[in-house]
């Protein structure tokens, strides 16, 4: 199971159905597999702890949908936590502004190692249509270190299941 | 009374130093320069016509070859009156508004911190939006400033308004919050449970967005403006494509600004049945917010059936619409209307007959009209106290002044607590199911865009559009060379947060999650 998980963490997105949210085997797909890694990794409970760094808002409303009863991430063993003292993973969107970088370094460091952090959406990637400029930094790894990227604008629903489900195989 | 009130009131007070415009786009802005001593005389004038304060900005005109301009947009009804004054490059100070007009503070500090305009008497000069450890001397939204470098940060300390005294304590909340929100800052300063004051620090989220509107084509200008928020991409986008077709004389197809009114009022739905749940969630009643959340997701993926994006997104383009529906689109929508309706209302049912949550919504986070006013609200938390304040009414795009084809209902509650903006919401929701039929069963053939022509140097352009949070103003400056010199965009939360700081004061701590989730402001379309 541990190699089929590889497989597909190193393959990525290269399937069209896990890109459509209507798609709900696509879904139940991604969350056999997500579930899957979680037990085996992280004892069944996977803590995420949220950090907007600069984002529109649409991002998050993405990941509200994630956890919303037709995603229903909890089913998976995925959490979103209040403190990043107890988080196995940092889910952060972007760009990162100059006025958030250091709350988020301090959210990084505050996040017990070993950790994982994920990039969501094209902002959060490279900066996105905000670019690079006295305000905007760019992407997420222009500050922290960044495991896994999840490009979209918003990335939707499935798009993060399976962006986490990356994150957690490798 | 006359029918051009504020125009007349400026006009009378001021004389022959207002010089008004001939020609005005939209019909219903005037517009006028004065001398910049005379700035504060035509704020007093609008005053004590009623008028309200709608946005105050500063332009960098130096690629004209002037220094500085002021503008405040004061709004009364249906009219809009853009006062400008010209500034010298070498000493721009203008006399400030804020006390004539309370939102002007902020605004004025907005000024202040970014492009370096000086308005003299303003009683707070704290940096706003600019942090402390920013370089005294940056300006980002001058000409002269150099965008591109990375700021070094310096040391400084801000300010905080400060409660003392025996058994007062402070509370400081965020950037980084404990749900899935945006980031600021909120310092309460509390005496056993109950708040004597709050006092909101927001800036986190500035990404130099008026500056970037400056770098960018016209066209991705609108791209850029469905991201100014993500929730409200499709108000935004209307606003900043309407000022643009306003200042080229473009007109959009007739079927292309029925399907924007469709789009508005599907992220409008959207947006208050999460609001509608979150509200009910941060009164512990969970099962609300699972059950709208429910719906909410409905309607996304509806969006992204027919139109290819949950939210809409870059649906909205300078000239018309991206997106299209079909009879077969259209059939579908009006199925899952019945449907939403159906379930809708029986949740609100639930909403009505619960007593633990009325208890915790009614009469909690009061706003009192007065205070509404004062602050000059709009939209929703505008409606919920008492101010009868809706661009679909006052000035509308077609469809919407076709009054005797929509004829909108729009409610005003006057309680001002966290019930009135819920009710206020419930309401809307019904309403935008009513319009969205109508839209659906006269919407007009034809084309869904036209091309935009290059506006003419130093043209301006203004709209104003009523997003889901309330009225959302854009305002177009094209440089000598036709390109964006200058786009302001004022979202609804630039003057609604004045409303929350207003009215926590007397609510305990526990309260204050309901009623920030009540008015649910935009953090990075009030910081840009």
Redesign the interface.
């Known amino acids: 199971m541990i190699r089929i998980l590889r497989q597909i963490a190193r393959t990525g997105v290269v399937t069209e159905p896990h890109h459509k949210p209507d798609d709900d085997s696509g879904i139940i797909e991604i969350g056999r597999l997500l579930e899957e890694a979680i037990r085996k990794r992280f004892r069944g409970s996977l803590a995420i702890r949220q950090v907007d760094a600069g984002s529109c808002n649409g991002c998050e409303l993405e990941i509200h949908a994630v956890n919303n009863p037709i995603y229903n991430c909890e089913r998976f063993g995925i959490h979103f936590t209040a403190s990043p003292r107890f988080a196995d993973m940092l889910l952060v969107t972007g760009p990162v502004t100059h006025n958030m970088e250091i709350a988020l370094k301090r959210t990084y460091e505050a996040t017990p190692s070993p950790k994982i952090v994920v990039a969501v959406g094209d902002c959060g990637c490279n900066g996105g249509i905000f670019g690079e400029n006295y305000a905007s930094l760019g992407g997420i790894s222009k500050v922290i270190p960044v495991d896994v990227r999840i490009p979209g604008c918003p990335p939707t629903p499935a798009m993060l299941l399976e962006g986490i489900l990356r994150a957690v195989g490798e | 009374m006359s029918r051009i009130r504020l125009r007349d009131a400026v006009a009378t007070t001021l004389g022959p130093d207002a010089v008004f415009d001939e020609i005005a786009s939209p019909s219903t802005l005037y517009s006028c320069t004065v001398p910049k001593e005379k700035f504060g005389d035509a704020a007093r004038a609008v005053k004590k016509a009623y008028g309200l304060l709608a946005a105050e900005w500063a332009t960098d005109e130096t690629a004209f070859g002037r220094g500085f301009g002021i503008f405040a947009c004061y709004r009364w009804g249906a009219q809009y009156l853009i006062v400008r004054a010209e500034l010298p490059a070498d000493n721009p100070v203008f006399p400030s508004i804020a006390k004539t007009f309370v939102p002007a503070y902020r605004f004025e500090r907005r000024i202040l911190s970014m492009m370096g305009v000086v308005p003299d008497g303003l009683p707070d000069t704290r940096p706003w939006i600019k942090?402390e450890d920013?370089p005294a001397n940056?300006f980002?939204l001058r000409k002269s400033?150099?965008?591109?470098?990375?700021?070094p940060r310096t040391d400084g300390k801000y300010k905080w308004a400060r409660a003392e005294g025996e058994g007062v304590y402070e509370i400081p909340v965020g950037?980084?919050h404990?749900?899935?929100?945006?980031?600021g800052h909120f310092r309460f300063q509390a005496l056993g449970e109950d708040v004597i004051n709050l006092e909101a620090r927001l800036?986190?989220?500035?990404?130099?967005?008026e500056?970037?509107f400056e770098?960018l084509s016209w066209a991705?200008g609108a791209?850029?403006a469905g991201?100014?928020?993500?929730?409200t991409?499709v108000a935004h986008a209307i606003g900043y494509c309407a000022a643009l077709e306003a200042m080229t004389g473009c007109l959009p197809p007739e079927r292309a600004y029925w399907l924007r009114a469709m789009f508005l009022e599907r992220e409008r739905i959207a947006n208050h049945l999460?609001d509608i749940g979150a509200i009910c969630n941060d009164a512990a009643f969970a099962f609300m917010l699972?059950q709208f959340?429910?719906l909410?997701?409905m309607l996304?993926?509806a969006n992204?059936?027919l139109f290819g994006h949950?939210?809409m997104?870059d649906r909205v383009i300078p000239g018309g619409v991206a997106a299209n529906i079909d009879e077969s689109g259209k059939s579908a929508m009006l199925a899952e209307l019945d449907e939403l309706s159906k379930q809708f209302e029986k949740l609100v049912k639930i909403y009505d007959e619960n007593a633990s949550l009325e208890d915790r919504v009614r009469d909690t986070g009061i706003l009192k009209p007065d205070k509404a006013r004062e602050i000059c609200a709009v939209g929703i938390v505008a409606r919920a106290s008492g101010l009868n304040l809706d661009c679909r009414i006052f000035n509308p795009f077609p469809p919407f002044d076709r009054h005797d084809l929509i004829e909108l209902d729009v409610p005003v509650y006057i309680s001002g607590d966290v019930n009135a903006r819920v009710l206020v919401r419930i309401h809307e929701i019904r309403e935008s199911i009513r319009v969205i039929r109508i839209l659906l069963a006269g919407m007009p053939d034809g084309d869904i865009s036209v091309t935009v022509p290059q506006p003419m140097p130093g043209n301006t352009g203004f709209s104003a559009v009523e997003g889901w949070r309330g009225e959302i103003i854009y305002w177009l400056q094209a440089g000598p060379n036709g390109e964006i010199n200058r786009c302001m965009a004022r979202d609804p939360s630039d003057v609604n947060w004045l409303g929350l700081e207003q009215c926590i004061p007397g609510n305990i701590v526990p309260d204050f999650p309901l009623c920030n989730k009540s008015f649910n402001q935009?953090?990075?379309g009030h910081?840009l």
């Open positions: 942090f920013w940056a980002p400033f150099d965008a591109s470098a990375r700021l950037p980084v404990a749900g899935i929100i945006e980031p800036g986190y989220v500035h990404k130099g967005i500056k970037r770098q991705d791209r850029l991201r100014v928020s993500g929730d991409t999460g699972y959340m429910r909410k997701e996304l993926r992204h059936r949950r939210f997104m935009s953090y990075s910081d």
